[in-house]
């Protein structure tokens, strides 16, 4: 009877195990797709600025987003989106630099995205930096901004 239950017990384990491997294989796969996604979302971010175009920017977020911008309202869905590149290009930003330094996540449905950024003029000048956070949600359109938040390495103008 023992030896029935030891072979059970272990037959039990060595499965679990390969499950576990698996899974953690699963994952980190998911977690390179996600990966390489974002990389290729941010790659076209900017160039939304440099062709003046909305739709470029929108579509890198989900329709549910919210963007989280420093010393101002939540900005809210693909509306807001919109609104905001509008802000931006208005205010001259032309082009644009992502640094991601870090993504954390197992890249089933949210993973996230720590990095630096860069806002450069029609001059190419670099007119703001600092860093950034962002939920990133797998959508049926692909990995999407879900909540973007980000600041100044500077001072607020007075």
């Known amino acids: 009877m023992k030896t029935k239950k030891f072979l059970i017990t272990s037959i039990l384990a060595v499965i679990s195990i390969l499950y576990l491997n698996e899974s953690h294989a699963q994952s980190k796969s998911e977690l390179a797709e996600a990966k390489k996604a974002i990389a290729a979302s941010n790659g076209i971010y900017f160039s939304s600025f440099v062709k003046n175009d909305a739709r470029i920017f929108a579509?890198?977020?989900?329709?549910?987003?919210?963007?989280?911008?420093?010393?101002?309202?939540?900005?809210?869905?693909?509306?807001?989106?919109?609104?905001?590149?509008?802000?931006?290009?208005?205010?001259?930003?032309?082009?644009?630099?992502?640094?991601?330094?870090?993504?954390?996540?197992?890249?089933?449905?949210?993973?996230?995205?720590?990095?630096?950024?860069?806002?450069?003029?029609?001059?190419?000048?670099?007119?703001?930096?600092?860093?950034?956070?962002?939920?990133?949600?797998?959508?049926?359109?692909?990995?999407?901004?879900?909540?973007?938040s980000f600041s100044s390495n500077h001072p607020a103008a007075k």
């Open 59 to 148: 579509d890198r977020y989900a329709d549910d987003c919210i963007i989280l911008p420093p010393n101002a309202q939540p900005v809210y869905g693909r509306k807001g989106a919109l609104a905001f590149f509008k802000l931006g290009y208005d205010a001259g930003l032309r082009n644009g630099k992502f640094i991601t330094t870090a993504i954390y996540g197992d890249g089933k449905e949210y993973v996230t995205e720590l990095g630096q950024w860069q806002s450069i003029d029609d001059k190419g000048t670099v007119t703001d930096d600092g860093k950034f956070l962002v939920l990133w949600k797998k959508t049926s359109a692909g990995w999407k901004m879900f909540r973007d």
